[in-house]
């Protein structure tokens, strides 16, 4: 009995340092960058779908400035896990050439600035949908990096 607790243990042990191990951040340029990602692209605990959750997001998450509005954000509904997942699916080019892109179909709300929008008062117009995306990934492991499209 006392072996066999000291096994589970162990495999304890070892589960929790795999686990570990599967959480190490990337290098620090592509930490930067998938921060950058996380903060202008993720947002798990919303919906969105309306023009007021754009142009609060936009303003909150830093993407808009007061002499510049972004023109286009995508903002991905679901947890980070689920994300990250994307990037173990097969290589696709992105638009730069690159084969470091992978697709997956998420909720999304996409943001587009008004025509009559001005900074600093930048105005967005959402789209929300559930649709295909493509991020570039980058890293060991691979985390997404660049909404590619």
Partial sequence: ??????????LQLLLLTLL???L????????????????QH????????????????????????SNRCKPVNTFI???IWSIRNICLTANIQCKNGEMNCH??????????E????RAPNCRYRAT???????????GNPEVPVHFDR
């Fill in 77 to 79: 509904h679901e947890d």
């Fill in 128 to 138: 929300a949908s559930t649709r295909r995306v493509v991020i570039a990934c980058h």
């Fill in 114 to 117: 008004t025509g009559s929008s």
């Fill in 103 to 112: 697709e997956g179909v998420v909720k999304i709300t996409d943001c587009r």
């Fill in 42 to 65: 993720v947002d798990p605990q919303e919906t969105g779908g309306n023009d007021n959750y754009c142009n609060v997001m936009m303003q909150r998450r830093k993407m808009t400035s």
């Fill in 1 to 10: 009995v006392m072996a066999l607790q000291r096994i589970q243990s162990l």
């Fill in 24 to 39: 190490v951040q990337p290098c620090y340029g592509q930490d930067l960058m998938y921060k950058r990602f996380l903060r």
């Fill in 20 to 22: 570990g191990l599967g």
